[in-house]
């Protein structure tokens, strides 16, 4: 591995924390998202999906909270359980994944704090300005650090490599279709601390699997990326 620097282990914080209202919104943005080649309201049972359709952010609420309060309230051991266990788990094992992280991409981490909402639906958005992930409380707390490890690659790309002249070549929509692509990497570096291999979506495998025999072949964070640039505007063509 190439790195700017020799990093010391890191002690970021990183809170888990179940919010009822930052759950909500995960699944009213489900509803109306379509990311990934993935329509995410498909995921949402009838006839929820239907009673959410074309409500804004308050009006969902109105559907979206009493139906989580039922589920909190009939899984409040289950939730509470997997909450203690996973900050148990971050708290053992993010400092050495984060210093892992910083080497693999050649930069520090970007910041020395987030938050992690447990969410009941099968989605993990994120917030790169605030540091926030959510993770899906339905998969096993083993999982999560996993999960966050992947959005937090995302991170890291976003803050220093994206705006690079280098990516100008790129749409917004090609840097998105690298950023995700690029997690799989996490397969040969970070293993130990997953609980399953980083699968990706199905409409980046292609570029996937070549990212990770360049990988293998090389080990510099930065020339993968520029790899990736190649790969995807010789597609374009």
Same mark, same amino acid.
């Given at each position: ?77 289950? $939730?509470? =359980?997997? *909450?203690? /266990?996973? +900050? ?9 994944? !984060? ?45 999560? $650090?996993? =999960?966050? *490890?992947? /959005?937090? +690659? ?9 705006? !690079? ?45 070549? $990212? ?26």
């Amino acid at each position: 591995l190439k790195f700017d620097r020799m990093y010391h282990k890191y002690m970021a914080q990183i809170e888990i924390k179940i919010d009822i209202n930052q759950d909500a919104w995960n699944w009213w943005q489900a509803r109306n998202q379509i990311s990934h080649g993935v329509d995410w309201k498909q995921r949402i049972e009838e006839p929820l999906r239907f009673e959410l359709a074309g409500k804004d952010r308050t009006e969902a609420n109105v559907i979206l909270l009493p139906y989580l309060e039922k589920y909190y309230a009939d899984h409040q051991a289950e $939730l509470q =359980t997997k *909450l203690a /266990e996973a +900050q148990m788990h971050f708290d053992a094992q993010s400092p050495q994944a !984060l210093e892992l992280m910083a080497q693999v991409t050649g930069k520090p981490i970007y910041r020395d704090s987030f938050t992690c909402f447990l969410t009941t639906f099968p989605r993990c958005p994120y917030s790169l300005e605030k540091g926030q992930v959510w993770l899906c409380a339905l998969w096993p707390a083993k999982c999560y $650090l996993g =999960t966050f *490890l992947h /959005e937090l +690659q995302h991170f890291q790309f976003l803050y220093y490599y994206a705006r !690079l002249p280098e990516l100008s070549r790129l749409s917004s929509t090609q840097i998105d279709f690298l950023k995700e692509a690029l997690t799989v990497i996490l397969n040969d570096e970070f293993l130990p601390f997953m609980c399953q291999k980083d699968r990706g979506y199905e409409i980046h495998q292609e570029l996937r699997d070549e $990212l990770k025999i360049f990988w293998e072949q090389n080990k510099d964070f930065y020339a993968l990326i520029l790899f990736g640039v190649r790969w995807l505007t010789k597609e374009s063509e």
